[in-house]
């Protein structure tokens, strides 16, 4: 049993920081398409079916994100395909510092 504890300790270091590691600097923000779902002004959340996301290592998904406050949302209506930007927000999730139909 100690065996495979220290085996699997030894995984998990090696392959600690492959996972930290990502394309790009998400910090500084990422972008990527999507098509709006649903939006709710009034929360200011913007649920978004999006493809793979590989600089914060996402696959494809639908799912709910916070939108900054300086962000308008009244040109934004469900079944658009838009571009959107990301940014870390409180915690650890993303939030949309802006999002635009793509054209």
């Not at 923000?29 to 999507?34: E, F, M, N, W, Y």
């Not at 927000?89 to 949309?96: A, E, H």
Request: hydrophobic share 45%.
């Amino acid at each position: 049993m100690r065996k495979l504890s220290m085996a699997m300790a030894a995984i998990l270091i090696l392959s600690g920081p492959v996972l930290a590691q990502a394309p790009g600097d998400p910090a500084k923000g990422v972008s990527a398409t999507g098509t709006v779902r649903k939006v709710d002004a009034e929360k200011r959340i913007v649920n978004l079916s999006h493809g793979p996301i590989p600089a914060v290592r996402w696959p494809a998904m639908t799912m709910d994100f916070a939108v900054a406050p300086g962000v308008d949302l009244t040109g934004v209506r469900p079944g658009q395909t838009v571009d959107f930007t990301l940014a870390p927000g409180p915690g650890k999730d993303y939030v949309i510092m802006q999002v635009k139909p793509k054209s």
